[in-house]
């Protein structure tokens, strides 16, 4: 493969693991993204920008992996990190939709006993 190709390849790779880093951190100031959700999406950037600037590292992985192509393996890298992301958040949403049964149940019970003290109160008011 030419070289000037790879070059290509690379300058692509490093500009968009920088913008995703970049958008990451103005979601982080905007307040859009909560720390604990953003350390997963920058450690991902900073992985890719490391895998893009360093190809040596790039070429040693794809040859253990058995990935012809150095740049098709830090796409894999890059979809692997991704799904792990998604599992991620797979947890908190099931994380969250719990707690959220458990606060509904909750709820239900607190208007139901408030219901049978009103009426309680309400049956001794009347003579």
């Known amino acids: 493969m030419p070289e000037v190709q790879i070059f290509r390849i690379q300058v692509v790779a490093v500009l968009g693991s920088l913008v995703a880093l970049g958008t990451v951190l103005q979601l982080l100031k905007r307040k859009r993204l909560r720390e604990e959700y953003s350390l997963l999406w920058l450690a991902i950037a900073v992985a890719f920008l490391g895998l893009s600037l360093w190809r040596d ?19 894999l890298i890059l979809i692997t990190g991704a799904y792990l992301l998604l599992l991620h958040y797979a947890v908190v949403l099931t994380r969250l939709a719990d707690r959220n049964r458990d606060l509904a149940q909750e709820l239900g019970l607190l208007r139901h006993e408030l219901e049978s003290l009103r009426d309680d109160r309400d049956s001794r008011a009347r003579p």
């Open 57 to 75: 590292l790039l070429t040693r992985i794809s040859y253990t992996l058995g990935v012809a192509y150095p740049p098709a393996a830090l796409f």
